[in-house]
């Protein structure tokens, strides 16, 4: 499987069957956008999947926003069986969105009654972090969590609830590492907003 110039040794099966040993019997997978397409982007892991030795879901990344993104999104959820969509604050140069292209998504994921997720990372602090770390000849593992302190992802997401608040749309963040952004969630979930 391909995310962002590397390629994990599993596919659908093997991953699958290995998951399947351990006990899960349903996978979820995020399908990134072929050349910006999200029905390429589907088509292209359905054929993956076709692998598959377990049940399986996807949910759509959204890495840019125009009228066939938000045209493809409605596909997503009436023909294609979607109905979450990720949105990453995090991966500068890649993945990353706009708070922008985070607003539009999330008034389009309200319209379309689909969950917005994110995963929540101040992605130009973070490229910052990771430019410093490089300076300072840290390119190990240890580099990845020095260059994003947990303060960035409590800001990231601090941001993401507020505009999701402000759309009025419930929100799932992704992946939670650090007690910032879990203390942001909580004190979303205390005044009744629904973070999930």
Known sequence: MEFMGTETIDDFFSGQAA??????????????????????????????AKKSCMNYGFHMAI??????????????????????FKFFMAYKGSLMISDELLLQGLERCKSLGALAMVHAENGDAVFEGQKRMIDLGITGPEGHAL????VLEGEATARAIR???????????????????MEEIARARKSGFEVI
């Not at 399947?20 to 359905?46: C, Q, R, W």
């Open 19 to 48: 998951a399947l040993a351990g006990g899960t019997t349903m996978h979820i997978d995020f399908v990134i956008p072929v050349n910006g397409s999200l029905v390429a982007g589907f088509e292209a892991y359905k054929k993956k």
């Open 63 to 84: 890495t840019k926003w125009d009228e066939s993104v938000s045209r493809e999104m409605e596909i997503m959820v009436k023909e294609k069986g979607i109905n979450s």
């Open 147 to 150: 260059s994003r302190p947990p």
């Open 163 to 181: 505009l999701a608040k402000f759309v009025n749309t419930p929100l799932y963040v992704v992946h939670v590492m650090s007690i910032d952004a």
